[in-house]
């Protein structure tokens, strides 16, 4: 008689080892520089490897397992969230704004992962990182398509979301942060999982993610909170994947450390300017705060970082040397941003407004050193002439840095009052910068950013006019052209909250939710 | 020795993960913010499948922590017994 055994369930390593190094083979008939072409020209060397393990442990089949959990649990929410007008329950509709940057700004980018890892990952000869960037590049068309869904749902009653993808590819500040990605996705594999999986998800995500979630968890929104939660299951991975991709690199090889050092030194400065638009969001586009830009600075870059550069000590690696200038400017970043926003409202996908008396004093208890001396009065004198009905609206362009194409607002490390101008001769040309960060950057690496396409160059050479336009007829409105050329409409989708649509139907709907009328 | 972190969302069935992590680490701390709940712990925090069985009554698998994961700092390790996030200096 046949006795079925039961087979032993293997236990997890056992698992993870068949189902990564089990399912790779040798090539016999193709040479392995031509099946992976993009993997010796950056100079990092690596002997061996299957010494690279995911930590997890996660392997493909469990990985679509809990996937699908996730997703079953974001959508019931995101159902519950339209049967119930979900939108009316946010603090208050200034909060919008904070969803329309994210949109604009953020989701796009989650897309442009999505193929990083994927291209990352086909060019690894290593199963255990081309497995994990698989699992990563599937995560990121995940969150791109449920932020998607779930801001669909604002988009029905709210303005500025209509055309998101057209807006990232246009709009003049949202190159900030498709630039970023597109450096990124532009390097080699190795430098893209050190920009990406480890200065971006292990460095600064917490910055990015952790206040925007919880930002959205304390205003109300139950769509944004839970993408974005469902989003943030799967960091760990990836954190924990940037950190394994960087310890192998560094253990493989002594000659790779001060390649991969520069490469964290150059990423960590390009992620933390992107993250100005969130330093502003904290602090000004809340309606209800979580943490001061500055704190949440202090928590998950000066104290968890700092004990992330201190393991990574034994392998020679250091803290970059630009945290000592982004400790200068925490106190000043955000309200440097949002001052240049609430100047250039007209030519933006959202709202900007000058923060209320109890904002203003939440404002100088949270930045004592800085806020009453340099910004309220700035801002003062602005609500002073928005009385006035002199609103102020900037018409003219502002000059771009090279590298990190944010406009020249900010000011001399430890100097608040003068703006850093830095300059450098190329090839006949003359390229401006932010910093001796974006300066040193560029110097490095001069032939990819003289491609830079920067907005206002653009729009001074009539690239950002729609198909026909003459810039040469009598009352032309180069803003006019350039809102239609964004897909925005004036008096719409840009301008001051006070004078929204979006301010006057959130309190009227709110108010039938509310009333029997 | 330099804080680890694991942060959870907030609901029934990380109640008793949470529970069983501070069981197991003496020196774990809750730090409860909107919708999330960060658990810092001195150099090194683990979690055990044992002691999430033993509070729940039921069979666990530590891969299905994936779903209420928010955010980690430290080392990880993983096996089928237990998770561990550690830093090395
Ligand atoms: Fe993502
Ligand atoms: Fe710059």
Redesign the interface.
Known sequence: MDMTVAKKKLGLKERYAVMTRGLDWTPSYQKMEDIYPYIAYEGIKIHDWDKWEDPFRLTMDAYWKYQAEKERKLYSVLDAFTQNNGHLNVTDARYLNTVKLFLSGISPLEYVAHRGFAHAGRQFPGPGPRVACLMQSLDEIRHAQTQVHAVSNYNKYYNGMHDFHHAHDRVWFLSVPKSFFDDAITAGPFEFMVSIGFSFEYVLTNLLFVPFVSGAAYNGDMAAMTFGFSAQSDEARHMTLGLEVIKFILEQDPDNVPIVQRWIDKWTWRGYRVLTLVAMMMDYMLPKRTMSWKESWEIYFEENGGALFKDLARYGIKMPQCAEQIALEKDHLSHQAWSTFYNYAAAANFHTWMPDEDEMEWLSAKYPNSFDKLYRPRYEFWREQAAKGNRFYNKTLPMLCQTCQIPMIFTEPGDPTKICYREVDYKGDKYHFCSDHCKAIFEHEPEKYVQAWLPVHQIYQGNCFPEGTDPTVEGFDPLAAVLKYYNLEHGRDNLDFDVSEDKKNFAEWRGQATKNI | M????L?L?TNEETRPIIEAILQDNPSAVVDE????VKINADGRLVVRRQTIEELTGRDYDL??L???????????????DEITLF???
């Open positions: 330099s804080t680890v972190f942060a969302q913010q909107p919708a999330m891969q299905e994936q779903v209420n994961m928010i955010t980690m700092s430290g080392n990880l390790d993983q096996t089928d830093w090395k200096a």
